[in-house]
């Protein structure tokens, strides 16, 4: 990608709010980051790796800044998830390849625009089984909207939520965010080549230090968002970015 100046510090300003947000929530690093990457003509796959990339690494180091306990209860239900991942992140990173920029953007908006709607209506989009196929079918779906657009996180927020305490939900978010993108950068190297997820990998590596700015900006702000603040502000950052991407879309 050719950017300008003012592109470029667009960009920069957009990592580090996905560093501080990805930090708090657990999530909001891509709704950030893919519509932006999209509208300064990045190649769909491209985009979309990196979003999954800045996301998975985000998701890690909050895991690892939660107790040992926190972790352990975020694993329950992420199996299937994780099962169902691969075989609809393949479907994804296809329609990735297959359709234009224009078409990923409405997609995109669409996911979040439903994503939002659930949010500000405080209901769940589905309400998923703790286990079994259902659970896997839900991670299909997250795959292929991981794959496609590089959005999961908002998703997997508006359908976690209603299932775990404040207290874990942030941990449960960031764990199922890893279990789906991971699956979908495999399914974008496959279907896209390996030259789309190193490209991406760049872009990721360029924006880490304004990433990692906002990254340590949320931990420190953490410890003073009391637990039952993190669902209201899950919510809304679900809904602030159903707005971004349509407006980027009709841009």
Known sequence: MDLGTGE???LGAAALAAGL???LLGFGSGPVLAPLLLAVGGPPG???AAALIVGTGLSA???VAEPPERRRQALEGAAPLAAGAPAGALAGAWLAQAAGRTELQSVLAALLVVAGAAALARRPLVRLPPSGPGLAAA???LGAAAAATGIVGPLIAVVAAP???PERLRAAIALRFAVVAVPAIGAQAVVGGADAVAHGALIAAALAPALLLGAVAGGRLVPRISHAM???LSLAAAAAAALL???LAVA
């Open 8 to 10: 470029l510090i667009t």
């Open 21 to 23: 947000l990805h930090a």
């Open 46 to 48: 491209v985009s979309a």
């Open 61 to 63: 180091a909050v895991l």
């Open 139 to 141: 991670g299909a779906v």
């Open 163 to 165: 299932a775990f305490a």
């Open 230 to 232: 993190r669902r209201p």
């Open 245 to 247: 991407a349509v407006g």
